[in-house]
């Protein structure tokens, strides 16, 4: 009786397993825009930037359609979970806190964050004491703002904003002092072309994380290996490279 019970049971296992697979055909991917270089849309409305190259490279690899899925940031992790999109490709840093919700993919780029500040700006981050009373504009749910919030949170206001054009744009407006957001980011969108001529980078970088990778539903483990395995090779083959050059004249690469 035993061993047709463990028979019985092998035999259920097996099928829980064929039934839990998924041959995946289309892989639906949520990103937040816009966020540039990594992802904003094009003058025709099109989607572009290194992590919409760099995702569309994948899913070629992986042999799947790929779906872009705009979604705003506060609500991408309960998006997944609610299974609106089978995985995450926007920059998000791997986190231990994350990882109680998600599974990683291996890291696909590490960049720092940094502050940005209209010219002439009094604040210093590097010194506490002179915070005091500085309006801080983060991301909200970011890295970036759970760095401020705890090391400047004492002393500073600090605003939370949906997307990263938010905040920028609030910064411009003179609505904020400084912010702390990736440093590619702010390079592109506060400092580049002739805002120079109104805002710096100040003070030294931050690095915060573990780098960026997808985040994808815990279960779906056999769509993280097929990430895993495109990301290497697309790493190895030349592909990365030649899609990190077109936005960054430096490394990214983890």
């Keep these: 009786m035993k061993k047709i019970l463990v028979a ?44 919409i190259e760099l995702g569309n490279a994948v899913c070629k690899e992986m042999g799947v359609e790929c779906e872009w899925v705009i979604q705003a940031w506060d609500g991408i992790i309960p998006g997944l979970l609610a299974r609106k999109y089978d995985a995450i490709f926007s920059s998000m840093s791997i986190t231990e806190e994350r990882k109680k919700k998600v599974a990683f993919s291996n890291g696909y780029y590490n960049t720092p964050s940094g502050w940005f500040a209209p010219k002439g700006g009094k604040f210093n981050p590097a010194d506490m004491a002179n915070m005091k009373g500085a309006r801080i504009g983060v991301q909200r749910g970011t890295i970036q703002d759970d760095h401020a919030s705890e090391e400047y949170g004492s002393v500073a206001k600090v605003t939370r904003y949906t997307t990263g054009d938010e905040l920028v744009l609030d910064l411009q407006a003179g609505r904020l002092d400084l912010v702390l957001i990736d440093f590619p ?58 899609i990190r050059k077109k936005y960054f004249s430096y490394d990214i690469k983890i």
Excluded: C
Aim: glycine share 10%.
């Design 185 to 242: 980011v702010g390079e592109s969108t506060i400092t580049g072309g002739d805002k120079g001529d109104k805002f710096e980078h100040i003070g030294d970088m931050v690095q915060l994380g573990n780098g960026a990778g997808v985040a994808l539903r815990k279960r779906d483990k056999d769509l993280l290996n097929m990430f895993n395995k495109a990301l290497d090779t697309v790493k190895s083959n030349g592909t990365y490279d030649a």
């Design 8 to 51: 019985m049971a092998s035999i259920l296992a097996l099928t829980a397993t064929a039934v839990e697979a998924k041959d995946w055909k289309k892989v639906r991917l949520a990103v937040d825009v816009p966020y540039e270089p990594f992802e904003y849309k094009a003058p025709d409305g099109s989607l572009t930037g290194f992590e």
